[in-house]
């Protein structure tokens, strides 16, 4: 029985897919495009962290949507709504709400008082 790809691997291949639409390659060689590249990919972590044990973490959102996330409790706090009404509707903890309370705070006061 065949041992399933790692995660690593899966990591490896997906970015090399990816990679293989943004540079247009052609369905005749493709297979052998993504192999090479996951191949590659693998021998720069196999250099850079070979026999080290790495945490990976992922965002749960992508950039862009984190974004605005960010933007539309950004707005919400600038409206003046309550951290646990922006938390509830937002899906998203009050106490990160807070923090971005906190920054534009900061940010604010260091745009008054400036350099």
């Known amino acids: ?3 399933p ?4 691997r899966r990591l490896f291949q997906a970015a090399a897919e990816r990679l293989a639409d943004v ?3 052609p369905a005749d060689n ?3 495009y993504v192999d090479q ?3 590659v ?8 962290f070979g026999g080290e044990r790495i945490k990976l973490w992922f965002a749960t959102k992508p950039p862009a949507q984190a974004a605005a996330l960010r933007e539309r409790i950004h707005q919400a706090i600038a409206a003046g709504e309550a951290p646990q009404v ?4 937002e899906v998203c903890s009050e ?3 807070r923090k971005l309370r906190q920054q534009m705070s900061a940010e604010q006061t260091a745009e008054q008082t400036g350099p």
């Open 1 to 3: 029985m065949a041992r």
């Open 5 to 8: 790809p790692s995660i690593a």
């Open 23 to 25: 540079h247009k390659v």
């Open 30 to 32: 493709r297979a052998a």
């Open 37 to 39: 590249v996951a191949i």
């Open 41 to 48: 990919i693998e021998q720069v972590f196999c250099d850079a």
């Open 86 to 89: 922006i938390a509830r509707r």
């Open 95 to 97: 106490r990160w709400v």
